[in-house]
T-cell receptor, first 113, second 112 residues
Framework: DAGVTQSPTHLIKTRGQQVTLRCSPK?????VSWYQQALGQGPQFIFQ???????QRGNFPDRFSGHQFPNYSSELNVNALLLGDSALYLC????????????FGDGTRLSIL | GEDVEQSLFLSVREGDSSVINCTYT??????LYWYKQEPGAGLQLLTY?????DMKQDQRLTVLLNKKDKHLSLRIADTQTGDSAIYFC????????????FGRGTSLIVHP
């Protein structure tokens, strides 16, 4: 039973560039949420996708966008990268936006130079 | 609004019990969670409790919930060096579409 998988594991970009991160949910899950975890902080919610639509959004600018595909996998896109975007980006999956616990991937470590 | 607070550090001796504490502010919390994060890894779900429960036990883990004081604790019995990690408390509410709000995490250091 495959868990949540994310790619790539590490990424280095420069300011102003654009990045795409990918996530495949745990088998049986159809809802994907994205989080940003800065060093020494807890995960901060970016947005959640269900049925290929953004359903909830946290306090992040519209430089952060996403997509969900028919197979439930998802992408996180960040445009015009800033130094402050350096963080661990975590993907979590769950079933039908329920209160059942989310399952997390190992994240993508994004470094902005 | 939702706010989850935890102490930042806890140091224990191997074999002792560890107690990690958390306070939350939203009285309508539906689920309360404990996650573990090891270096370079994502979050691993340890256990969770419904807000209408007082206690949950799962092997070495015991979760206690004091709804009056909005206080949640995680007790790890017979703590081992492999338990060294960051532990996150999180709450979710129905009105927030069950999106969990996380604390800053408690770094547990287990020494011999």
């Amino acid at each position: 039973d495959a868990g949540v998988t994310q790619s790539p594991t590490h990424l280095i970009k420069t300011r102003g560039q654009q990045v795409t991160l990918r996530c495949s949910p745990k088998s049986g899950h159809d809802t994907v949420s994205w989080y940003q975890q800065a060093l020494g902080q807890g995960p901060q919610f970016i947005f959640q996708y269900y049925e290929e639509e953004e359903r909830q959004r946290g306090n992040f600018p519209d430089r952060f966008s996403g997509h969900q595909f028919p197979n439930y996998s998802s992408e996180l896109n960040v445009n015009a990268l800033l130094l402050g975007d350096s963080a661990l980006y975590l993907c979590a999956s769950s079933f039908r936006q329920s209160a059942q616990p989310q399952h997390f991937g190992d994240g993508t470590r994004l470094s902005i130079l | 609004g939702e706010d989850v607070e935890q102490s930042l550090f806890l140091s224990v001796r191997e074999g002792d019990s560890s107690v990690i504490n958390c306070t939350y502010t939203d009285s309508s919390s539906t689920y309360l969670y404990w996650y573990k994060q090891e270096p370079g890894a994502g979050l691993q779900l340890l256990t969770y409790i419904f807000s209408n429960m007082d206690m949950k036990q799962d092997q070495r883990l015991t979760v206690l919930l004091n709804k009056k004081d909005k206080h949640l604790s995680l007790r790890i019995a017979d703590t081992q060096t492999g338990d060294s990690a960051i532990y996150f408390c999180a709450e979710s509410i129905k009105g927030g579409s069950y999106i969990p709000t996380f604390g800053r995490g408690t770094s547990l250091i287990v020494h011999p």
